[in-house]
């Protein structure tokens, strides 16, 4: 049996480049030097892609592709894909949640623990020997007791909020309606009235066009300058610019970030100040994780070329419409 024709956007680790390459016959478009007649050349082959959120599947590039049937994405985000359009050809989009979202919470924490107990500045202090030379180091608060706000209550929202209130942190959160979530998080409807009454913001939102820019100048400021905010979602959901105003005036105490507009370039005004902890687009970045989503995003594709639907299909209704296609 031959092989299904899979476009690769991006390599994956060793271990997942195998696989797939055992399952599929790939074409690995980031070799080529010229990708659109690449894609001129071998779009009529290709009848998967396996790709990763942040990287762009637009219309026109489906166009390209007559044949393609399923975008398969390695990450929880896939706002690099046009989905409405995808749907609208018939193509079936999957991304991997779930199995990354206890390591992209524990980041959110992370970041928060590191900024509300100074970690990287008290490490420093040790280091340099400050300690010895200018004494005891100054005092934070106690983050049981805190007000946690957290935008968004997806997957990853719901294991920021469960550590948090392990930590003893009061939970609320923004969400368009109120969720099934743990007894006594507070639901608050309006985003700004959440940021004004948190200490702390968790930004999990999925990026969209609905959420571009969702966390607003206001909402940093509500939050003020004893808040902080912690960004593990997708630059775009933050207005990046009046973050880097709010964090250089004082309007905002801190922000913990792990995604940057343009990255992994990142605005040299972040560089310059001491109220941020920055860590390189890396949530999921534990190997476990790594793992089971390069395993997922095969999976996915396997299943569909085995006539099964996906296990984890962004566009469920075209799933369902190809498969009551096969069965007639
Ligand atoms: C990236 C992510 O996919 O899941 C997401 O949405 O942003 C990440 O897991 C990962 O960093 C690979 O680039």
Redo the contacts with the bound molecule.
Sequence with gaps: MPKPEVLQLRPYSEHDNAELERHFELFRIFEAEDSSSYLAQYGGRIRAIAG???LIVDRQMMAAMPNLEIISV????YDGIDVEAASEAGIIVTN?PDV?SGDVADLAVALFMGLTRDIVSAHDYVRSGDWSRRGPYRLFRRIAGQRAGIVGLGRIGLEIGRRLHALGMEISYWSRMAKDCPEGWNWVGDQHQLASESQALFVALAANEDTYQFVDRRMMEALGPDGVLVNISRAMTVDEEALLDSLENGKLGGAGIDVFKGEPNVDPRFHRLENVIMHP?????TIESRKE?GELVITNLKAHFQGQSPLTPVNREVVGLRASQRAE
């Design positions: 990763r959120g942040d390695f990450g929880a985000g991997t990354l687009h890396h949530g999921s970045g989503m």
